[in-house]
């Protein structure tokens, strides 16, 4: 049995990280003043996009963007169901009806073939995530959006620094949408998010939204609330981007090492990387037959190496969603559910425990 535990994910915390929480501190700023400031030039920069506007978590952060484009009570909004509930929970909080699409086997990201047949005089936009770190086909899902004049809004929780033809993804449709949670690619060590956009008008909105509705100090000119996000996460957060890509070429490092070692087992089949995509890899998903899943989780528990699955239950299938509408029936969503495993994946895990593990879950699917 290995001593340390491992498990599918790590935060890493440096000095530098450490210095910038003690400046917060020193200043005697905690909110709303120049490490936000920061923090949202650098990310936008490092996007490649006009505006980076920090919230409190991602999941507001989709909210804002659909309060953002006016979408309400009586519009659709296209979603994949191979996600999780913050991906829907947004459309659900503005009074908008997910509508949930088909997603593609070997990429797990909405397929553009299932979309078009979806949309309908009340289709007001369509959500992709760019789920573990891989790229949806961004030219087919604009072109889809923009001959219906529907929003396109890119989920990139699990995404920073996932490339689409050289170019960042979240900064292809109205706006991207970033996570910052501690499993993320990049983190703020606690809640926090991040809106990008080209689009000025979404800008002034989110930021307006995001602060009581302010236009100019103690001028409220919308119902809104507070989703501010504090100094320190932005400090922490700034030291992090720093990192971003030092940590995916660790990643994509991992994910090769697991990759060689999979690649003859017939029994298990590889994440895939889109055409035109830099995969991130913020999780390493493998599909294993349905039956020999949980005894694989349970054997590597046993030897003190925890994975996951990503996610066991599609959204469609939540009891919160079937209380509320009818559900469709998405062959291939729920047959992946069912074979999906999470592997560690992180910069601070060694390369001779990601081969360790690939050769135990060999070892297992052999046996």
């Known amino acids: 049995m290995n001593k340390e535990r491992i498990f599918t994910s ?32 650098k990310f936008a ?82 959500i992709v995530v760019h789920i573990y770190g891989n790229s949806g086909d961004l030219d087919s899902l604009k072109k889809i959006c923009d001959t219906h004049g529907i929003f396109l809004i890119e989920d990139c929780a699990q995404a920073h620094g996932t490339r689409y033809g050289g170019k960042q993804v979240g900064s292809f449709g109205a706006a991207g949408c970033f996570s910052f949670y501690p499993t993320k ?7 926090g998010g991040m809106i990008i956009t080209n689009d000025d008008r979404i800008a002034k909105m989110s930021s307006m939204l995001r602060n009581h509705g302010e236009e100019g100090r103690y001028n409220h000119v919308l119902p809104a609330s507070n989703y501010r996000l504090s100094e320190i996460h932005c400090a922490i957060g700034t030291k992090q981007l720093e990192l971003l890509e030092d940590f995916i070429e660790k990643r994509r490092k991992i994910a090769k090492i697991y990759d060689d070692a999979f690649r003859n087992n017939r029994r298990i089949i590889i994440p895939s990387e889109n055409k035109n995509s830099r995969h991130s890899y913020h999780l390493y998903v493998i599909r294993v037959p349905c039956e020999k899943r949980k005894k694989i989780i349970d054997e590597m528990g046993m030897e003190n190496i925890f994975l996951g699955i990503h996610y066991p239950t599609p959204v469609h299938l939540q009891p919160a969603i079937k209380k509320i509408m009818a559900v469709p029936k998405l062959e291939i969503t729920e047959k992946i559910s069912g074979e999906i495993l999470s592997l560690p994946i992180y910069p601070l895990l060694e390369e001779q425990d990601a081969a360790m593990i690939a050769e135990k879950i060999n070892y297992f699917l052999n046996d």
């Open 45 to 126: 920069e490092y996007c490649g996009v006009k505006h980076a506007i920090a919230v409190s978590n991602g999941t507001v952060a989709i909210e804002l963007v659909l309060r953002s484009l006016g979408i309400k009570e009586g519009d659709e909004v296209i979603v994949p169901s191979h996600t999780t509930m913050p991906t829907v929970e947004p459309v659900l909080a503005v009074g908008a009806t997910p509508v949930f699409a088909e997603i593609s086997e070997e990429s797990y990201i909405l397929n553009p073939a299932e979309i078009e047949k979806l949309i309908t005089g009340k289709t007001k936009a369509l």
């Open 185 to 191: 690619n990049m983190t703020v060590c606690g809640e």
């Open 10 to 41: 790590k935060v890493f915390v440096n000095q530098e990280m450490r210095d910038a929480i003690n400046d917060v501190f020193d200043s005697g700023i905690f909110s709303n003043g120049e490490k936000a400031r920061e923090f949202e030039k």
